[in-house]
């Protein structure tokens, strides 16, 4: 005798990724941005950031995000994750005799192709949270501001998206941080803005 079978309905336990990948992202642009504007030189630390924190912790955050059947985030935090590795590798590999430093113009094409992918992203924030709209808005600004200066050699320019990037950061570490405050109280602590339908 066969007994019917009822389906049993199974919980999703894992926790939020989001907070994770946008501390990661937000704490490490902050860093490379001071740098930017000027304020200390290229050095171990922003790249050990740029490896350990804002390359795999958002690529982490981004398997996650795919459990969790969230192409926006997959996409998102392992393309930034993986966009963190492969600068420091762009600093990095020539140092170590692997291949020529990138020219003025092929970083130029680097930051453009980040800069456009960005842009495309960023339509996607229009329907999730004003906080992420701000992130994406900024950071595609960030880059075409990092393009200009590299294309002028203004390094005025460079400065100036230097603060645009603390700015930017600043607003992926709110986001992260307003997340996890918000899940821990149940309530609104720090607003994200969400988008009404």
Not at 38 to 50: A, C, D, P, Q, S
Not at 149 to 162: E, M, P, Y
């Amino acid at each position: 005798m066969t007994l019917p079978t009822t389906p049993v309905p199974v919980k999703d336990g894992t926790a939020n990724p989001a907070p994770l990948g946008l501390c990661a992202f937000g704490m490490t642009t902050v860093l490379l941005n001071i740098h930017n504007a000027g304020f200390f030189e290229m050095n171990t630390m922003i790249l050990g950031m740029g490896i350990f924190y804002g390359g795999l912790a958002q690529v982490i955050a981004g398997v996650i995000e795919a459990k969790k059947n969230n192409t926006f985030g997959l996409t998102a935090f392992t393309s930034y994750g993986f966009f963190w590795l492969s600068l420091v590798g762009l600093l990095v590999m020539p140092k170590l005799g692997w291949g020529t430093a990138p020219s003025e113009g092929a970083m130029i094409a680097y930051l453009s192709v980040w800069g456009v992918f960005t842009l495309l992203l960023f339509f996607g924030t229009l329907k999730l949270s004003r906080a992420l709209q701000f992130i994406f808005a900024s950071l595609t600004i960030l880059f075409f501001l990092l393009v200009a200066g590299d294309a002028t050699g203004n390094a005025g320019i460079k400065h100036f998206a230097g603060y645009e990037g603390i700015v930017c950061g600043a607003s992926a570490i709110y986001a992260g941080i307003a997340q996890v405050l918000n899940e821990i109280y149940g309530k609104t602590v720090l607003p994200l803005g969400p988008v009404k339908d």
